[in-house]
Nanobody
Framework: QVQLVESGGGLVQAGGSLRLSCAASGFSFSGYAMGWFRQAPGKDREFVAEINGRGISTYYRDSVKGRFTISRDNAKNTVYLQMNSLKPEDTAVYYC???????????????????WGQGTQVTVSS
């Protein structure tokens, strides 16, 4: 079955960096776009970044452009989110997710994602 396991979250001071990883199994990894989302307390889950199956195309929400980088290693079935210049407003639980359909075009909608990891907490102190 499809499994997504995130790791790498933690507590960091503002301006610091973290690298999140998401290990995937149970499906043909390179055939699916993968995304990162986040959810802060009392707020809706929001799109952070997406990368296509080949790792060529990437998309970001405006507030993280220039600070976050999504990447993937298809040989390791792993997707990453490198987060630099972190801000307190980046504090949230971060989730990786797999698109519902293979070879899909870009989408930032949660409804287009079928499988989700358990989440990893990122806390940025001021």
């Amino acid at each position: 079955q499809v499994q997504l396991v995130e790791s790498g979250g933690g507590l960091v001071q503002a301006g610091g960096s973290l690298r999140l990883s998401c290990a995937a199994s149970g499906f043909s990894f390179s055939g699916y776009a993968m995304g990162w989302f986040r959810q802060a307390p009392g707020k809706d889950r929001e799109f952070v970044a997406e990368i296509n199956g080949r790792g060529i195309s990437t998309y970001y929400r405006d507030s993280v452009k220039g600070r976050f980088t999504i990447s993937r290693d298809n040989a390791k079935n792993t997707v990453y989110l490198q987060m630099n210049s972190l801000k307190p407003e980046d504090t949230a639980v971060y989730y990786c997710a797999r698109r519902r359909d293979p070879y899909s075009s870009y989408s930032s909608s949660t409804t287009e994602y079928r499988y989700w990891g358990q989440g990893t907490q990122v806390t940025v102190s001021s």
